[in-house]
């Protein structure tokens, strides 16, 4: 018994080619682009900012949405581009020899294991980049009410530090303003609390 091809080979070779095309360099373009226009657009705003005191506080921010909008299109661009080489690289050779194979072998498990990655990878960019996201993610894992008590290196036992908050949080854009639309009251020595105000919209 052998195992061939229903269908002339070209036409395999020419649906792996197309689809390519069609599900990474095509879409591997698009967002290259929407993302260079979007750090354009961020960098014109800072531009035209009236506010240079504005301006320079929001700078870091920009300069972060920017480099995670880079970041992303290189990871995508790393993650799938074992599975294509794979698939293109079986669609275009014509006589396969013992080291094109062990290549063509390797590629095909490395490609495996990036394509799985690109699922989980995108978590951990935002928790890298975004403080926000980290945040969120923290508020999600564990619920918004959360005490941490922190004990000075002197001092009685009356003298301990208690943080509370009790926070929705609102976005996870990165900007100059606060994390949560809270007010903060602050007790020296016993207690710091902080109540949120805000809704979430």
């Not at 689809?19 to 993302?35: A, D, E, H, Q, R």
């Not at 978590?123 to 945040?135: G, K």
């Not at 994390?179 to 805000?198: E, K, N």
């Amino acid at each position: 018994a052998t195992c061939a091809v229903i269908k002339p080979i070209w036409i395999y070779n020419f649906i792996i080619q197309v689809t390519s095309f069609l599900f990474y360099i095509l879409p591997m373009i698009v967002i290259s682009v929407l993302y260079y226009l979007m750090g354009l657009k961020l960098k014109k705003d800072h531009l035209l900012g009236a506010d240079e005191a504005a301006a320079n506080i929001q700078r870091p921010a920009r300069k972060s949405v920017t480099k995670m909008l880079f970041v992303l299109v290189l990871v995508f661009a790393l993650c799938w581009a074992p599975f294509h080489i794979d698939r293109l690289f079986f669609s275009f050779v014509e006589e396969w020899t013992e080291p094109l194979a062990a290549a063509f072998n390797l590629i095909h498990v490395v490609s495996g294991v990036f394509f799985y990655l690109s699922s989980a990878v995108n978590p951990i960019i935002y928790n890298l980049l975004s403080r926000r996201f980290r945040a969120a993610f923290w508020n999600v894992i564990s619920p918004c009410k959360q005490g941490h008590s922190q004990h000075h290196a002197q001092g009685p036992p009356a003298q301990r530090n208690f943080f509370l908050t009790e926070c929705p949080l609102v976005d996870l854009t990165e900007d100059a303003g606060p994390q949560f639309p809270c007010q903060l009251s602050i007790s020296s020595s016993h207690l710091h609390t902080t109540l949120c105000t805000g809704q979430v919209p």
